[in-house]
């Protein structure tokens, strides 16, 4: 996670005169998609809704606008917000009631085993919530917990065993593992029917490949596609641009929107004038660890931006001394894209809400439950 002392990103007097606040769940149909029925769960209507964004003015020197006014997808008003925790919660809702009935159908309940290697407190706190979120939909976890000194031949011993545990369903290895150890040689170990987060190259290989399916994808990407999908937003040849080319997030989901025909550009510290490439797409997703870089200037109007930056802000006034904050500026880009997903409550659940689904995903094939 990124640490910078950036307070606010904004330096257009648009941005600062005409300050509006956007409302979460105002769904828009996107890419001139028919209008949508959604689940009310998520607080969304079924009826077919208009393009309609409702805003509320916080600081607008000028009258507020109506909260019904009409925004228009080229970008004018507010975007959509895309909520990721409400997705997380409703997929885990899903998750559950599948845990639920193949324990009922043919008493297996599905297991998930961590292997946390150090004391950095972030992976500490995200393994903990794992654990935490596993316990709320059934399903068992297992936790192995080593010094940041270990040897890389005791976390490939902790990996073996759960290989052949028969009651572990899915291993993960928290990353990133202490500077010693081999990250590769470790993500070879696990044995790829149990590697819910898809790291495993034989996985990512098959992502790679048309006519291939890999067993598993990995969490966040898979999260950021789901949140596509769940907000009808059309990808089928649609421009994307990735910015940042990880292992975790980057090259997976550029690998993933590719599979859903969308025609995709990477962005990286190397390319030359990132924003006018970015400026071309209809996708965004952001995930380059670099609080705030994505400015309004790199946002094509009505673009959907999926921002999968967590960065620590300087922040006098947060009891932490600190703030969340994405790659993306949000203050400007929400004036600019049709939907974007905030930092957090965005992509950040998605991922865990992932990994449960991943791991059910595992006890089913392994138990041949459909
Ligand atoms: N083995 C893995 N290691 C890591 C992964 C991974 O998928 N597998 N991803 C990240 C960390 N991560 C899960 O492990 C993770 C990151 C963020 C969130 C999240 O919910 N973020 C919240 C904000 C949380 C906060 O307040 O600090 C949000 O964005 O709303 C969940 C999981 C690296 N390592």
Redesign the pocket.
Known sequence: MASTFLRDCSTSSTVRLLHLQCRTNSLLPLHGLAPLSLPRTLGFSRTPISLRALCVASASPSPPPSATAEASLSGEGCATVID??AVAKKIREEVSAEVARMKEAIGVVPGLAVILVGDRT??A??VR??KKACGHVGINSFEVHLPADSTEEEVLNSISGFNTDPNVHGI?????LPPHMNEQNVLNAVSIEKDV?G?HPLNIGRLAMRNREPLFV???PKGCIELLHRYRVDIKGKRAVVIGRSN?VGMPAALLLQREDATVSIVHSRTSNPEEITRQADIIIAAVGQANMVRANWIKPGAVVIDVG?NRVEDEESPRGYK?VGDVCYEEACKVASAITP???????M??AM?LSNTLASAKRIHNFH
């Not at 993960?172 to 990133?176: A, F, H, N, S, T």
């Not at 930092?343 to 659940?349: Q, S, T």
């Open positions: 990721g925790k972030e992976s706190t995200y919530n794992k993960l290895v928290q990353l990133p987060d790291f990995p969490c966040t975790i967590i969340l930092v957090p409550g965005g992509v950040g659940p991922t865990i990994l």
